[in-house]
């Protein structure tokens, strides 16, 4: 039977299968890379307030399935032809992956407490 870290596992690897990637044409130029880049991010935002939990069980050693190697090998192709080293390529998508997710996380902390309250960003607080 798996243990309860193989399945977390798998399931990170199943939420990594939700980025949605275009292929981008050889020689991009580095305005449509970033703009590539942003959206993944845009994406981690997104897939992270659908999945709540994901901040929590992202602090723990990286296990690289299927779907968190296709984002690190399209993510690092973003990046070919640059003339950063693969250490710093590693480093930039940790910090924009890192900031997606913990954004994201944000997000879905703040709406889960919306809905619990009620109070919104609007609203007032009553008056004395």
């Known amino acids: 039977m798996p243990s309860k870290e193989h399945l977390v596992q798998l399931m990170i690897d199943q939420v990594s299968g939700e980025y949605r990637y275009a292929d981008p ?12 880049i942003l959206d993944l991010a845009r994406q981690g935002r997104d897939i992270t307030r659908r999945h709540p939990w994901l901040p929590r069980v992202m602090q723990r050693p990286p296990v690289f399935g299927p779907g968190a190697l296709r ?3 399209h993510f690092l192709g973003l990046l070919r032809g640059s003339d950063l080293d693969t250490g710093a390529k590693m480093e930039i998508l ?3 992956n890192g900031f997606a997710i913990s954004y994201g996380g944000v997000q879905a902390a703040q709406a889960e407490e919306r ?3 009620g109070v919104t960003g609007r609203s007032r607080p009553p008056r004395r």
């Open 25 to 36: 044409p050889p020689g991009r130029p580095a305005a449509d890379r970033r703009a590539a």
């Open 71 to 73: 984002y690190v090998e």
């Open 94 to 96: 940790g910090m924009v």
């Open 115 to 117: 809905a619990r309250t």
